[in-house]
């Protein structure tokens, strides 16, 4: 038996927020989105590399305040990245932690808490 990857669902509130910070900060593409009809909650899809992620405004598919740890394999850059995006709402630092990794954290304007680490699975 084999797992593929998760796909996390965040919960979004804000359409224009969602696509500012996941969009243009974090430099993700939306992949497609879905209503059942104008006016109702979105849902969507967004990736970058083999990341993907689902962002939902239905109040019914996920909890606000979540966390992730999303792996890189150039941690640096993706940091000098972000800080060259002079996004408003967050400017993340390059932390070390205690067991070797290093991590850049950010939080969505819907308190979700996204860190992309250097850290390899086993």
């Known amino acids: 038996m084999k797992f593929a990857h998760t796909t996390p669902i965040l919960r979004i509130f804000d359409e224009a927020k969602a696509l500012e910070f996941y969009v243009q900060f974090l430099g993700f593409q939306v992949d497609w989105e879905h209503r059942f009809e104008p006016g109702l909650p979105l849902y969507l899809q967004v990736s970058r590399d083999g990341c993907v992620l689902h962002l939902s405004e239905h109040h019914g598919d996920a909890c606000p305040g979540a966390a992730l740890r999303i792996e890189t394999d150039d941690i640096e850059a993706f940091h000098a990245e972000l800080l060259g995006r ?9 932390q070390e932690t205690p067991w070797g990794s290093k991590d850049v954290s950010v939080t969505d304007p819907f308190g979700n808490r996204l860190t992309f680490t250097d850290a390899i699975s086993t």
Do not use: T
């Open 86 to 94: 002079r996004y408003g709402y967050a400017r993340p630092g390059l």
